[in-house]
């Protein structure tokens, strides 16, 4: 397996239904070509979830996305393909906030997608740690304890980003295939999103609670979900967390805004204003 960190990736926050917003901002990524093809050859584009609900072409951006997918192995590339709250709620059977017509019939599509291992819950690139809302320290914390209990003669420093993803998305699958989808840690809703927890879970936390937890940033981590509200990425604690939902959708502003890890490892913000586009380094290797 080449090291992804060896790789190119792109970054994209929530695209909620506004597929001419995503490509345009893949497009200028150089994803995609003018028919709207894999065009960035091994090339890894990270989405973080939520590409369904609010605008208008929920159903389209979800299938796009899939079809993506397919042609970036075939170029030796890969689309990571991260579940967020508003998938997750489809799969809970809460359908007030949807505007997909068949929402049984999507629900099943999802469940069919996350048994194989194309949407998942989690990435990472082993530098960092990819989900759509952020991982709290609590939540962290008994992850690893899990962890441990299944594996006695480890100690944390044994858990790298690797075996911490991998088992949060076994943890999700299971939970998709059994149904349970309310009872682990990482489902929960925080007080602030109107939940009875008082810490979030990954689909759900907010960047404000994220970036004042005590040891969040232990863990480097890139996520979405809490609108910026501006044409930039929002980060913390010398860019160990880093937020990439600037707004897509059109009423939050129809941001594009995009983050780029280059293969040396250079971070940089790629974001439209006044009709053209910017680069601004964050980070140099």
């Given at each position: 397996?080449?090291?992804?960190?060896?790789?190119?990736?792109?970054?994209?926050?929530?695209?909620?239904?506004?597929?001419?917003?995503f490509?345009?901002?893949?497009?200028n990524?150089?994803?995609?070509?003018?028919?709207?093809?894999?065009?960035?050859?091994?090339?890894?584009?990270?989405?973080?979830?939520?590409?369904?609900?609010r605008?208008?072409?929920?159903?389209?951006?979800?299938?796009?996305?899939?079809?993506?997918?397919?042609?970036?192995?075939?170029?030796?590339?890969?689309?990571?393909?991260?579940?967020?709250?508003?998938?997750?709620?489809?799969?809970?059977?809460?359908?007030?906030?949807?505007?997909?017509?068949?929402?049984?019939?999507?629900?099943?599509?999802?469940?069919?997608?996350?048994?194989?291992?194309?949407?998942?819950?989690?990435?990472?690139?082993?530098?960092?740690?990819?989900?759509?809302?952020?991982?709290?320290?609590?939540?962290?914390?008994?992850?690893?304890?899990?962890?441990?209990?299944?594996?006695?003669n480890?100690?944390?420093?044994?858990?790298?980003?690797?075996?911490?993803?991998?088992?949060?998305?076994?943890?999700?699958?299971?939970?998709?295939?059994?149904?349970?989808?309310?009872?682990?840690?990482?489902?929960h809703?925080?007080?602030?999103?109107?939940?009875?927890?008082?810490?979030?879970?990954?689909f759900?936390?907010?960047?404000?609670?994220?970036?004042?937890?005590?040891?969040?940033?232990?863990?480097?981590?890139?996520?979405?979900?809490?609108?910026?509200?501006?044409?930039?990425?929002?980060?913390?604690?010398?860019?160990?967390?880093?937020?990439?939902?600037?707004?897509?959708?059109?009423?939050?502003?129809?941001?594009?805004?995009?983050?780029?890890?280059?293969?040396?490892?250079?971070?940089?913000?790629?974001?439209?204003?006044?009709?053209?586009?910017?680069?601004?380094?964050?980070?140099?290797?």
């Amino acid at each position: 397996m080449i090291d992804a960190r060896k790789k190119r990736r792109i970054v994209v926050g929530d695209v909620h239904g506004e597929l001419d917003i995503f490509r345009e901002i893949i497009r200028n990524a150089g994803l995609i070509d003018t028919k709207e093809r894999w065009a960035g050859g091994d090339n890894i584009l990270i989405q973080t979830g939520d590409v369904i609900d609010r605008g208008p072409r929920s159903v389209d951006s979800f299938d796009f996305l899939r079809q993506l997918q397919k042609e970036a192995i075939k170029a030796g590339g890969e689309v990571i393909r991260l579940c967020g709250n508003h998938e997750l709620m489809i799969l809970q059977g809460l359908f007030y906030f949807t505007n997909i017509v068949e929402p049984y019939e999507f629900a099943d599509v999802l469940r069919g997608e996350i048994s194989k291992g194309d949407v998942v819950a989690s990435y990472t690139d082993g530098e960092r740690l990819y989900t759509h809302a952020g991982l709290r320290s609590s939540i962290a914390e008994r992850l690893f304890d899990d962890i441990k209990s299944i594996n006695p003669n480890m100690n944390d420093e044994d858990i790298d980003l690797y075996l911490l993803s991998d088992y949060i998305n076994r943890i999700f699958r299971a939970s998709v295939e059994s149904g349970e989808l309310r009872q682990h840690p990482i489902f929960h809703i925080d007080w602030s999103r109107g939940g009875g927890d008082p810490v979030g879970g990954i689909f759900w936390c907010d960047f404000s609670s994220i970036s004042l937890s005590e040891k969040a940033c232990d863990i480097p981590q890139i996520f979405g979900h809490t609108p910026t509200g501006k044409n930039e990425l929002k980060t913390a604690h010398e860019l160990k967390l880093i937020n990439v939902d600037a707004g897509m959708y059109r009423l939050y502003g129809g941001r594009m805004v995009y983050l780029e890890i280059t293969s040396e490892g250079v971070l940089i913000q790629h974001s439209k204003k006044s009709g053209d586009w910017t680069m601004t380094v964050l980070k140099r290797k």
